[in-house]
C-alpha cells in the first residue's frame, strides 16, 4: 500500500509562528525540516501509512502526475464508466413511458437525469467537453418531457 502524504509547510517559510504543539520534522523527500501540526502527528502516530512532504515536494510530485500520460487502460475504464451512466438513463428514460404510476414515473426520471448529469461531470472531468455538452442537452430534454408529458399531461393543461 502507498503511503499518504501528510503536506508541510518548511520551517523557513513559515511567516507566523506555527500552531501550539506544532514540532519539526524532516520531509522524507528532500529532507528539509517542516512544521507537522498536532494532528498530523496523530496520524502519524496511528501506524497507517502516512508519511511528511514539503509543500516544495508535494508541488513537484503534483506538476510530475500532470505531466505522465494516463495509461490507456484508466482511460478506457473511464469512457466505460461514462457509457454505462449513459446506458443507464436511456434504459431509465424508456422505462418511463412505459409506466402508469407517477411516483415510479418520478423515480426513473431521477435516476435518467442523474445519470446523465453525473455522465456529463465525469466527461468534463475527462476533458471531453464536447461530450459533456451532449449529456447536458439530453438531460436538458428529458427533463422538457418530462415536465410537459406527466408534471402536467396535456388533459390537465386545459
Not at 60 to 88: D, G, V
Amino acid at each position: 500500500m502507498e503511503p499518504a502524504w501528510l503536506i508541510c509547510i518548511p520551517v523557513a517559510e513559515m511567516e507566523v509562528e506555527p500552531a501550539e504543539g506544532s514540532v519539526e520534522r524532516p520531509c522524507a523527500e528532500c529532507g528539509v525540516p517542516v512544521w507537522v501540526a498536532r494532528s498530523s502527528q496523530l496520524m502519524l502516530a496511528s501506524g497507517d501509512p502516512y508519511r511528511v512532504m514539503c509543500t516544495n515536494c508535494a508541488t513537484e510530485l503534483e506538476e510530475i502526475r500532470a505531466e505522465r500520460p494516463e495509461p490507456e487502460s484508466e482511460r478506457q475504464t473511464k469512457l466505460e464508466l461514462i457509457a454505462q451512466l449513459k446506458a443507464k438513463a436511456e434504459a431509465a428514460y424508456d422505462k418511463m413511458h412505459d409506466l402508469d404510476d407517477d411516483r415510479e414515473i418520478a423515480w426513473e426520471f431521477e435516476i435518467a437525469y442523474d445519470s446523465l448529469l453525473a455522465a456529463a461531470r465525469l466527461a468534463r472531468e475527462f476533458g471531453l467537453a464536447n461530450e459533456a455538452e451532449a449529456h447536458d442537452q439530453r438531460a436538458a430534454h428529458i427533463r422538457k418531457v418530462y415536465r410537459r408529458q406527466f408534471m402536467y399531461p396535456p388533459d390537465l393543461q386545459a
